[in-house]
Nanobody, 128 residues
Framework: QVQLVESGGGLVQAGGSLRLSCAAS????????MGWFRQAPGKEREFVAA????????VYGDSVKGRFTIPRDVTKNTVYLQMDSLKHEDTAVYYC?????????????????????WGQGTQVTVSS
């Protein structure tokens, strides 16, 4: 059973930076596609970023391109979401997600249904 635990959320001023962490257990991130999604109050869950099992492909939602990155550290079995130039509209609960089909190469990175494991979420609040 794969477990994903997010950390690093908090309150930050607009223009600031924050790094979220997603620690995986019960599986190896170097074999899985990992993603980040977010959900603001009253809105649907939105795709933020994903990284392929090989680490060679990264995909970003349009609203975060150029500001967020999704690095990983396979030695720590952890995926990160580096968020820079934060805006008030980035305020949301951020979720880590895992597609644990080993070495799966499908290109539907932004599809929620692709991911079968989810973390509990971590709140990010950006003050304007």
């Amino acid at each position: 059973q794969v477990q994903l635990v997010e950390s690093g959320g908090g309150l930050v001023q607009a223009g600031g930076s924050l790094r979220l962490s997603c620690a995986a257990s019960g599986g190896t991130v170097s074999r899985f596609t990992m993603g980040w999604f977010r959900q603001a109050p009253g809105k649907e869950r939105e795709f933020v970023a994903a990284i392929s099992w090989s680490g060679t492909i990264t995909v970003y939602g349009d609203s975060v391109k150029g500001r967020f990155t999704i690095p990983r550290d396979v030695t720590k079995n952890t995926v990160y979401l580096q968020m820079d130039s934060l805006k008030h509209e980035d305020t949301a609960v951020y979720y880590c997600a895992g597609d644990t089909r080993p070495f799966y190469t499908g290109s539907d990175y932004s599809r929620l249904g692709r991911y079968e494991y989810w973390g509990q979420g971590t709140q990010v609040t950006v003050s304007s």
